[in-house]
């Protein structure tokens, strides 16, 4: 599913329609031209991934995008991930399989492998400038279950907590995990994410439990705040919760 949703810092509210009786006052964000990250999740009838593992996945691609030389300085990106940051962060999770995934593939853009996922994050592009091959994929159809139940969150790096009280679609919640570790990344000291960057990204995404999930919305952890825009009402969606562990992790090669 599509998710043109804001991760903000605690104190700042989502990207809300003009009209909403939530919506703060007006600010710079808005008034710039608006731009999307497009990432397409590859799922083959035969062999879908397993619904945690895309969310992992997507949310590695989101900080690999993040990272990469070509999106910073003067990389060939840069321009665009600067004006995506800029604007209100959105991003659109849509599936493709056979040779709508091969022409994918074909376009600039990162592949991210996880166990059994594989995920293609690309430069951001203008709400309506979509490429061709990317517009026509879709955004439903993108339901995913775990064959057997996820292993537990690993505590030696950070976790993208989910709220228990949501029920999203797969691609819903690979979006919303995707803004929690940008706020995770934005978070973290430059010694920091190279640290992590060199680890290959871990991260862990879970469910909280209720109890859990009321403490973690009012710790102040970076927490991703949903417009409201598809499948949910406007609210908290994701608490990333441990980001500053990346500083003590082992590197490891990358996928």
């Not at 909403?20 to 608006?34: I, L, M």
């Not at 879908?48 to 992992?56: F, I, K, Q, S």
């Not at 990317?134 to 159809?141: F, R, Y």
Request: with cysteine; glycine share 8%; net charge negative.
């Amino acid at each position: 599913m599509s998710s043109n949703d804001t991760p903000v810092s605690p104190s700042e509210t989502a990207g809300l329609p003009a009209d909403s009786p939530f919506r703060p006052e007006r600010t710079n964000r808005d008034e710039a031209q608006q731009y999307v990250l497009p990432l397409v999740v590859h799922i083959e009838k035969a062999a879908p991934p397993a619904r945690t593992d895309a969310l992992r996945t997507a949310a590695r691609a989101v900080l690999v995008m993040l990272s990469d030389e070509r999106s910073v300085g003067e990389g060939e990106w840069a321009q665009a991930m600067r004006d995506w940051q800029d604007a209100r962060i959105r991003k659109v999770v849509r599936r493709a399989r056979g040779a709508e995934w091969r022409k994918a593939c074909a376009l600039p853009g990162i592949t991210v492998t996880g166990e059994s996922a594989e995920v293609r994050v690309f430069p951001p592009v203008p709400l309506d400038g979509w490429p061709k091959e990317l517009a026509k994929l879709q955004v439903s159809g993108t339901e995913l279950d775990d064959p057997e139940p996820p292993a537990a969150p690993d505590p030696a790096g950070p976790v993208l907590w989910l709220n228990p009280e949501l029920d999203m679609s797969a691609g819903k919640e690979m979006a919303q995990v995707g803004h929690g570790a940008q706020l995770a990344w934005w978070d973290l000291s430059e010694q920091e994410r190279t640290v992590w960057r060199e680890a290959g990204f871990p991260l862990s995404v879970a469910t909280a439990a209720a109890d859990r999930w009321r403490e973690l919305a009012v710790s102040g952890l970076p927490v991703v705040e949903d417009a409201g825009f598809t499948e949910i009402a406007p609210g908290k969606t994701v608490v990333a919760e441990g980001a500053h562990r990346v500083g003590s992790l082992p590197a490891s090669p990358r996928r």
